[in-house]
Nanobody, 118 residues
């Protein structure tokens, strides 16, 4: 089993920055695909970014150029650096993990709230 714990959320003004972190425990996740998702009230959960074990990254269109996902395999962590935040980035952000070549993310964190004020 893998446990994921997010941290770093909070309240920030538009144009500001935040860094989210996700610590994995239970087993190493170096071979897993790690993703950040978000869900705003009344909206579906969406992929923000993901990073594979080889370091390849994919970003959602709405965050390209503003957010950066990174992983530290030695520390068993994954981070999301967010710049130029907008009110529409307000959501609960979730860290997730899955094995490669499987569609569904099996492991999820409890989420951390990010609120961007205008």
């Amino acid at each position: 089993q893998v446990q994921l714990t997010e941290s770093g959320g909070g309240l920030v003004q538009a144009g500001g920055s935040l860094r989210l972190s996700c610590a994995a425990s239970g087993r190493t996740v170096s071979s897993y695909v790690m993703g950040w998702f978000r869900q705003a009230p009344g909206k579906e959960r969406e992929l923000v970014a993901r990073v594979s074990s080889d370091g390849s990254r994919i970003y959602g269109d709405s965050v390209k150029g503003r957010f950066t996902i990174s992983r530290d395999s030695a520390a068993n962590t994954v981070s999301l650096q967010m710049h130029s935040l907008k009110p529409e980035d307000t959501a609960v952000y979730y860290c997730a993990a899955k094995v490669p070549h499987v569609i569904q993310y099996k492991y999820w964190g409890q989420g951390t709230q990010v609120t961007v004020s205008s």
